[in-house]
Every structure is written in structure tokens, then in C-alpha cells.
């Protein structure tokens, strides 16, 4: 019992870091760098995303007896389809003005490569329960991925966080992190951080089995 | 209805809103197959052709959406028929050009979940153009996708056969060369007004 804990919690941990869809997977990216130009859109996208994909992966594995091999990524993509109308909808109905910072995002969730990636590989082998929690799993991995970048972009390219300005106004902002370039500087930047936690960690293992050895 | 010139259209499509260094849409390709000058030729090809003909699919399908008052459909049927389109064009490579079919490996299925594709699909719509006003879009969208990819690969090859730090290797280098032509193309804002 207490070994089939830790599996289903290391089913939820591992999107968070180990696997990070963005920093480790490198999947998903678009709108990672697309729409974390603030904070608050990161936070939205990253929301509707884990939505999408808790709801795909749990159609998915309650129908994975049901879907012929051949013809699966045409469901699994019709599901997806399914669920990323209605959080179009739903943002519309909540927020307009979020809808408009969003754009085409939203609707671009369907060919988000996570979503189908997590579909095909995990949902579809898994029974509903571990699938669920491999959604949560990835999905709050991606949104802290999101606000990390977005933070990171609206601190600098605006000088705020979450709209709350941090900086004296003084503070000359750094207007090409807000433009595109920035979101792939602001990614680099992540990117190079986990690379040299990763490598650093590899170092200490390596000098904690010379050691003993 | 929009009434932007065809010219500006396609100058606002291939270089002032790039699709890929602008909108950042079909990124996970242009990372995916910009490591050699060849592939990335061969994957631009096949993206702009399969815009093309998902721009005119698109086209046709939003008037029939129209027709019967069901906008909500529009994303499901984009997409089922961006994806029957990249399987068509999977199976003629296939057929007629089985080495550049192996080249492209698994990124030519995965045009599928390009977003550019979708992407543009749905900007025509949004913006309202009308046939040739969409296919003009269409072929900017493809050729400035073609153009970064070819670019970004000019770049990575010449990086590979660099002395760069282990930590910076891969990925983190590559988004550092996309920011950098990112900027670059920044300063073609304000052409085809």
C-alpha cells in the first residue's frame, strides 16, 4: 500500500520538476513564450492549459478500451478540440478583456504538443485516476513554467508584477522584454538556470560516489 | 471585411509579423529541424504547402460554418482538416520522394499540431479576408516561416563547429540565436503600410 502512495504522488511531482514540460520536455512552447509577457496572462494560459488537459486525459483514459489504434490522435484531437471550445468560451464569458490579451491563444491550446503528448503517452495506457493526477501534474508544471517567465518578462519589460509596479518610477523599463525577443531571452535565461542546477547536482552525485568508493 | 492590399498583406505576413519570430507560432519545428541547412529547406517546403492548401480548406469551411450558424464548430473542424491535409501530403512524399519522406522523420506528423498552421487558419478568419486576400496570407505566412527556419539553420550550423560553454549547448543557444533575429526583424515594423 505504502509503495503505491509514492508512485501516484511521484505521477503529480514529476511534472513539476524532474519532467517540467517546458524547462526539461521542451514541449509547449509557443505559448509559453507567446503570452508571458505579464504575469497575469502567464497565470490565465497556464489555468485554461491544465484545464484542457485534466479533462482531455481523463476522456482519454475512460475511453482508451473504446478508440481503435488507427484511427487515435483523430480522437484524441477531436477531444482536445472539444474541451479548448468551451474554455474559449468560458474565458469570454469571464473576462473579455482577458480573452483579447489571450487572442488566438486560447484557441491554439488544440495543437499545444504537451496536451497530445501527455494523450498518447501517459492517458491512454493509464487508468483514469493516475491519469488525472499526471495531468495536474503537468499542468501546474507548465503554468509555474509560464509565471516564471512571465514574471520575470513583466518585472523587467514593465516594471510590475501582476500590475502592482515594483520599482520607484524612476526606473527605466526594459521595453524589448515585453516584445517578442524577450520571450525567448527570458526562456534562455530559465533555461540556462535549470541546466546549471541539473549539472551542478549531477557534480555533487558523482563526488558523493567517489567518496564512498 | 478587410481592405488591406495584397501587398501589405503578405509583406505584414513574411517579415513585419513573422510568423514564427513575431507570433511565435510553429516553434517546436523550427527548433526541432533547424539544426542542418537541408532539412530546414525541405520542412519551410512542406509548411508553406501545407498553408496553402489548409488556408483555402479554411476558407471554405468558415463559409459553410457561416451558412449554418455554428461558429463553435470552427476549431474542431480547423483542425481535423489541417490533419487529413498533412496526411495527404505525408503519403504523396511518400510515394514520390521516398528520401526526402525519411529526411523529414517525425516532424512531417507533427505539422499537425504546428500551431502556424492553425494559427493562420484562424488569424484569416479573425480578420476577415476575403479569398485572395487568404491565399495571399497564406503564402507570406509559409515563406516567412521558411525564411526563419532557413535562416536559424544558416546560424546553428555555423555554431556547431563553435567552441560554446557545455551549459549554454543546445536549446538555450538556440532560443539566444532565435531572440537575436527576433530583434532583427523587429526593425522591419512599418513596411507595407
Known amino acids: ?213 | 471585411m478587410n481592405d488591406a492590399s495584397h501587398w501589405s498583406i503578405f509583406l505584414n505576413a513574411a517579415l513585419v509579423n513573422n510568423f514564427v519570430l513575431a507570433y511565435f507560432l510553429g516553434i517546436c519545428p523550427f527548433f526541432g529541424v533547424s539544426s542542418r541547412l537541408e532539412t530546414a529547406v525541405r520542412m519551410g517546403g512542406a509548411v508553406s504547402f501545407v498553408m496553402l492548401v489548409a488556408s483555402v480548406c479554411a476558407f471554405a469551411i468558415n463559409l459553410l460554418l457561416d451558412f449554418v450558424n455554428a461558429p463553435f464548430l470552427r476549431i474542431i473542424s480547423y483542425i481535423l482538416v489541417i490533419s487529413s491535409t498533412v496526411q495527404l501530403v505525408e503519403m504523396l512524399m511518400k510515394k514520390l520522394s521516398p528520401a526526402t519522406f525519411r529526411a523529414m522523420g517525425i516532424y512531417l506528423p507533427l505539422i499537425t499540431t504546428n500551431c502556424a498552421i492553425l494559427g493562420l487558419a484562424l488569424f484569416q478568419t479573425n480578420r476577415g479576408y476575403d479569398f485572395t486576400q487568404s491565399v495571399v496570407y497564406s503564402l507570406g505566412a509559409g515563406i516567412g516561416f521558411a525564411l526563419a527556419l532557413v535562416l536559424m539553420a544558416g546560424v546553428r550550423e555555423k555554431l556547431d563547429l563553435n567552441d560554446v560553454p557545455d551549459l549554454v549547448k543546445g536549446t538555450a543557444a538556440a532560443l539566444i540565436v532565435a531572440g537575436i533575429l527576433s530583434m532583427g526583424f523587429m526593425g522591419f515594423a512599418g513596411l507595407g503600410r
Open chain 1, 1 to 213: 500500500m505504502a509503495r503505491k502512495q509514492v508512485t501516484t504522488t511521484d505521477e503529480f511531482v514529476k511534472g513539476l520538476w524532474r519532467d517540467n514540460p517546458v524547462f526539461v520536455q521542451v514541449l509547449g512552447m509557443c505559448p509559453a513564450l507567446a503570452v508571458s509577457n505579464t504575469a497575469m496572462n502567464a497565470l490565465a494560459m497556464g489555468l485554461a492549459t491544465t484545464f484542457v488537459l485534466l479533462m482531455s486525459g481523463l476522456s482519454v483514459s475512460l475511453l482508451r478500451n473504446l478508440i481503435p489504434r488507427e484511427a487515435r490522435i483523430v480522437c484524441y484531437i477531436c477531444i482536445i478540440a472539444t474541451f479548448v471550445t468551451s474554455v474559449d468560451y468560458l474565458i469570454m464569458a469571464l473576462s473579455l478583456e482577458l480573452h483579447r490579451a489571450l487572442g488566438a491563444f486560447i484557441a491554439l491550446i488544440v495543437v499545444n504538443c504537451l496536451i497530445l503528448g501527455r494523450a498518447e503517452a501517459f492517458a491512454s495506457k493509464h487508468n483514469p485516476g493516475r491519469a488525472l493526477l499526471d495531468g495536474l501534474g503537468m499542468g501546474v508544471g507548465f503554468t509555474l513554467a509560464l509565471l516564471f517567465i512571465g514574471v520575470v518578462r513583466e518585472i523587467l519589460g514593465s516594471g510590475s508584477i501582476f500590475g502592482f509596479s515594483v520599482f520607484p518610477d524612476t526606473f527605466q523599463t526594459w521595453t524589448i522584454m515585453v516584445l517578442p525577443s524577450g520571450g525567448f531571452f527570458a526562456m534562455a535565461l530559465w533555461l540556462l538556470i535549470v541546466n546549471w542546477l541539473k549539472k551542478r547536482k549531477e557534480e555533487a552525485e558523482k563526488l558523493t560516489t567517489e567518496v564512498l568508493t
